[in-house]
């Protein structure tokens, strides 16, 4: 019997009309036959079911990006329709589809080791390029297969220490201190917070040269605590101490200056009792 060959297309420049293929993107198609199945690059619960429920399913697999956990982990399913039968492959769905949707706030709420190999994924995928794609792929397939069939996980940097939970109080507000001066500690400090229940606060880094990195956080829009009125204040602050206004927010982040701040802890969490 001839040996089914798949295929991976990521490609940017990928036309968008497509037929007999698995795409995930912005595609279309006037294919009306189930050959043609084009999904939403977070569509990968949706090309699961259509997997485990017998769709027919085209021989490549079309995509411009692999520009998030789901379409990756559709590629694994493609690739090695084994993976689609393992009992752990339904969460493994689910949880990829909670990072993509909500980041490190995604990652603090399922499994530590699964966390970790996803976070080693979505940083790979950032930062290769297109001509070291391919190696990048075969290898993060590799990683991906051993921890759903055997729970062995690749090598990963090792985790910071916990933050010191200094005080905390209503609604979920929590004032942090990472063991680190650097912007890694304080981004895993806060996906550890969000594991014990905390749900937004202040996480600031021991001092050098009498200065701080500071990230404050609130896991959701409906949590109170207005960060983009918060940094315009901080950042006049700055500005009246001759230094950087470097504070920006996304409404769920405030990030101080990059090399730190000056301001004391007291005063920055005065103003944030106030917004």
Same mark, same amino acid.
């Given at each position: 019997?001839?040996?089914?060959?798949?295929?991976?297309?990521?490609?940017?420049?990928?036309?968008?009309?497509?037929?007999?293929?698995?795409?995930?993107?912005?595609?279309?198609?006037?294919?009306?036959?189930?050959?043609?199945?084009?999904? #939403?690059?977070?569509?990968?619960?949706?090309?699961? =079911?259509?997997?485990?429920?017998?769709?027919?399913?085209?021989?490549?697999?079309?995509?411009?990006?692999?520009?998030?956990?789901?379409?990756?982990?559709?590629?694994?399913?493609?690739? #090695?329709?084994?993976?689609?039968?393992? $009992?752990?492959? $339904?969460?493994?769905?689910?949880?990829?589809?909670?990072?993509?949707?909500?980041?490190?706030?995604?990652?603090?709420?399922?499994?530590?080791?699964?966390?970790?190999?996803?976070?080693?994924?979505?940083?790979?995928?950032?930062?290769?390029?297109?001509?070291?794609?391919?190696?990048?792929?075969?290898?993060?397939?590799?990683?991906?297969?051993?921890?759903?069939?055997?729970?062995?996980?690749?090598?990963?940097?090792?985790? $910071?220490?916990?933050?010191?939970?200094?005080?905390?109080?209503?609604?979920?507000?929590?004032?942090?201190?990472?063991?680190?001066?650097?912007?890694?500690?304080?981004?895993?400090? %806060?996906?550890?917070?969000?594991?014990?229940?905390?749900?937004?606060?202040?996480?600031?880094?021991?001092?050098?040269?009498?200065?701080?990195?500071?990230?404050?956080?609130? =896991?959701?829009?409906?949590?109170?605590?207005?960060?983009?009125?918060?940094?315009?204040?901080?950042?006049?602050?700055?500005?009246?101490?001759?230094?950087?206004?470097?504070?920006?927010?996304?409404?769920? %982040?405030?990030?101080?200056?990059?090399?730190?701040?000056?301001?004391?802890?007291?005063?920055?969490?005065?103003?944030?009792?106030r917004v």
């Amino acid at each position: 019997m001839e040996e089914l060959q798949l295929q991976v297309v990521v490609n940017p420049e990928v036309d968008s009309a497509v037929k007999g293929v698995v795409a995930f993107g912005n595609f279309t198609t006037e294919d009306d036959t189930l050959s043609t199945s084009i999904y #939403r690059v977070t569509d990968v619960r949706a090309f699961y =079911k259509d997997l485990i429920l017998g769709r027919p399913v085209g021989l490549t697999f079309v995509t411009r990006s692999i520009s998030n956990l789901g379409v990756f982990v559709s590629i694994a399913l493609f690739l #090695r329709r084994e993976l689609a039968l393992h $009992p752990s492959m $339904p969460g493994i769905v689910a949880a990829a589809e909670m990072v993509d949707a909500y980041g490190l706030s995604g990652l603090a709420h399922i499994d530590r080791d699964l966390a970790k190999l996803f976070r080693v994924l979505r940083a790979s995928f950032l930062e290769v390029g297109q001509n070291d794609l391919e190696n990048l792929l075969t290898n993060a397939l590799g990683w991906f297969q051993d921890f759903v069939t055997q729970g062995q996980l690749v090598a990963t940097p090792e985790d $910071p220490d916990p933050p010191k939970i200094l005080d905390y109080g209503t609604n979920g507000f929590v004032v942090a201190q990472s063991s680190k001066c650097d912007w890694f500690n304080l981004d895993q400090g %806060w996906e550890e917070l969000y594991r014990q229940g905390f749900l937004r606060g202040l996480l600031f880094s021991p001092m050098v040269n009498d200065r701080r990195l500071i990230l404050v956080a609130r =896991k959701s829009p409906y949590l109170s605590l207005d960060l983009q009125v918060a940094a315009s204040a901080l950042n006049d602050a700055e500005t009246a101490l001759e230094e950087e206004p470097d504070w920006v927010s996304d409404q769920l %982040w405030l990030r101080g200056p990059k090399n730190g701040t000056l301001l004391p802890i007291a005063s920055i969490l005065d103003l944030l009792v106030r917004v």
